[in-house]
């Protein structure tokens, strides 16, 4: 409990993500499982423009219907950017904004 499921492919989520035509990349990515069915889920994601809170809304939709349908995922919060994060890895170590 408390840490990434094995059988949950961080690197293949974050490949699924990207193909979405308004992402720019999502990083720093936290899932863990909570129970024996609950994973919980959060990222940043920089876009690849400055939508609005409505534009951004759709797209929030959209990532929740992959990471849901596609991947099993059932708590789902992301911090949405748009360049102003410098850190764009996967996993982001201790001190790394």
Same mark, same amino acid.
Request: aromatic share 6%; glycine share 4%.
């Given at each position: 409990?408390?840490? @990434?499921?094995?059988?949950?492919?961080? #690197?293949?989520? #974050?490949?699924? !993500?990207?193909?979405?035509? =308004? +992402?720019?990349?999502?990083?720093? +990515?936290?899932?863990? #499982?909570?129970?024996?069915?609950? *994973? /919980?889920?959060?990222? /940043?994601?920089?876009?690849?423009?400055? &939508?609005? +809170?409505? $534009?951004? @809304?759709?797209?929030?939709?959209?990532?929740? #219907?992959?990471? $849901? =349908? =596609? &991947?099993? *995922?059932? /708590?789902? @919060?992301?911090?949405? $950017?748009?360049?102003?994060?410098?850190?764009? $890895?996967? !996993?982001?170590?201790?001190?790394?904004?």
């Amino acid at each position: 409990m408390q840490a @990434t499921p094995p059988n949950l492919d961080l #690197k293949q989520i #974050k490949a699924r !993500i990207e193909e979405l035509p =308004d +992402v720019h990349n999502i990083h720093h +990515v936290h899932a863990w #499982k909570l129970n024996d069915s609950e *994973i /919980h889920f959060e990222c /940043h994601l920089d876009l690849n423009h400055n &939508f609005t +809170v409505e $534009e951004a @809304t759709g797209i929030r939709r959209s990532i929740i #219907k992959i990471l $849901e =349908d =596609d &991947f099993g *995922i059932q /708590h789902i @919060t992301i911090q949405f $950017e748009y360049q102003c994060c410098e850190n764009e $890895e996967l !996993i982001s170590g201790s001190g790394n904004p």
